[in-house]
């Protein structure tokens, strides 16, 4: 007898990321983990501003939509710090709390034997989580908790496991990365655990780092960024603000000064380095110089990778009580300081034609340098392959 037709094969467990690398190196991890567990959506979530929670809520509506029969669970630090709103949402069908969400006994699967494959060219490596500090904007500690650290052996294995499986690039990633060590026996800096890395896998090619706190990177730190070439040539900075004041109400531990002063130590080093930066727009009690210091900065540090934030009140956060700067304007100030990162980078980009670059290919046709410039790959390039290319133009704002 034939088998009938209308026979659909099992859905696989979905896993929808949103939000920072942290939240994608630990969606690999619930890929991995729920491989077995039928038809479930998985909404890893992000609360960092007003806009990540609405979108948040638009990918729970879009998977129920696309998956109007299986089981939709939301994680995530929204999860958490808007608890009740997504509760309250008929799509979804139950909550696990963000720090319950890599514990197998949560989804009543068995523990994985190993690291999972990477779903991306890059094997994003969560070295740490939570963080200790109390900036006033940010809502943060309340999903993700105090900073915990994984210890050096755990990571290296992590790294060996994705080496095994032919990455060519590691990213170490975190909440607040340059507090990796301080809850650790004798307190190691993160550059003690760069240089493990480092000098454990002498074949590994790339290794990069996500978002730093500059006044945090160690001496260790600061040399293998300023000398080692497998240490990729791209520091984004925990940046926020370019004004004094603005910084102090954020409660952030830095001046614009300490910024300035690491980003021109480390060009006088390697000047190849390409900065990044995130900045929040319109914060409370922004008046317009505090604005003019926050376009500067970008010049300033040459900002080419820049993430842009209109500031959004948060729930239980000190700076949702104080004085709102008008949410147009706002809106205006975040898209001048898009504007003026947009300038800087395409002036950058400019200068980038004519260079020889070996890119790393990713799956969509395009590529990154060391210093994350995007490159438009010629047809055919296989993801995952590290291939030169000497740049010809720059079209659409890829370099091809």
């Known amino acids: 007898m034939n088998a009938p037709t209308d026979l659909k094969s099992p859905l696989k467990p979905e896993v929808i990321s949103l939000g920072c690398r942290l939240n994608i190196a630990e969606s690999e991890r619930m890929t991995a983990m729920l491989a077995d567990a039928g038809d479930v959506v998985v ?5 960092v501003t007003s806009e990540a929670v609405r979108q948040t809520r638009q990918a729970i509506r879009k998977a129920r939509r696309a998956r109007p029969d299986a089981r939709l669970i939301v994680t995530g630090c929204a999860a958490d710090i808007e608890r009740e709103q997504l509760a309250d ?3 979804v069908d139950g909550l696990i709390a963000n720090a319950s969400k890599l514990d197998p006994r949560v989804w009543n699967v068995p523990l994985p034997e190993a690291p999972p494959p990477p779903t991306r060219t890059r094997a994003f490596i969560a070295v740490q989580n939570g963080c200790d500090h109390a900036c006033t904007f940010c809502v943060i500690p309340q999903g993700r908790g105090k900073s915990r650290s994984q210890t050096i052996p755990q990571v290296l294995r992590e790294v060996e496991h994705h080496l095994d499986l032919g990455a060519k690039e590691v990213v170490l990633t975190g909440v607040d990365v340059t507090s990796w060590g301080h809850d650790l026996p004798n307190t190691p800096p993160l550059g003690a655990l760069v240089a493990a890395v480092l000098d454990t896998f002498p074949d590994l090619q790339r290794l990069r780092m996500s978002s730093l706190d500059g006044i945090e990177i160690d001496d260790g730190l600061f040399d293998l960024f300023a000398s080692e070439q497998r240490l990729m040539p791209h520091l984004h900075l925990s940046l926020q603000h370019g004004h004094d004041l603005i910084l102090k109400r954020m ?13 021109s130590r480390l060009k006088a080093r390697r000047p190849e380095i390409a900065i990044g930066a995130d900045l929040i727009a319109g914060f409370p009690t922004e008046a317009g110089e505090h604005h003019a210091a926050n376009l500067s ?8 990778h820049g993430h842009i934030f209109p500031y959004s ?4 956060t000190p700076a949702a009580r104080m004085p709102q700067v008008d949410r147009a304007l706002v809106k205006s100030r975040a898209a001048e300081l898009r504007g003026a990162v947009a300038a800087q980078r395409e002036a950058w980009l400019q200068r980038l034609v004519g260079e020889t670059l ?3 290919a990713e799956r969509d046709g395009t590529g990154y340098a060391p210093n994350y410039a995007r490159i438009r790959l010629p047809e055919g390039t296989s993801a995952g392959r590290i291939t030169t290319i000497t740049t010809q133009s720059l079209e659409e704002g890829l370099l091809t």
């Not at 909404?43 to 609360?47: D, P």
């Not at 900065?297 to 080419?304: G, Q, S, T």
Request: net charge negative.
């Open 43 to 47: 909404v890893n979530s992000c609360a």
């Open 89 to 91: 949402m008929p799509e």
């Open 251 to 263: 409660k952030r531990r830095h001046s614009r000064a300490d910024a300035v002063e690491l980003v």
């Open 297 to 304: 900065i970008i010049e300033e540090l040459d900002i080419v």
């Open 313 to 316: 009140p948060r729930p239980g």
């Open 358 to 360: 070996p890119v790393l």
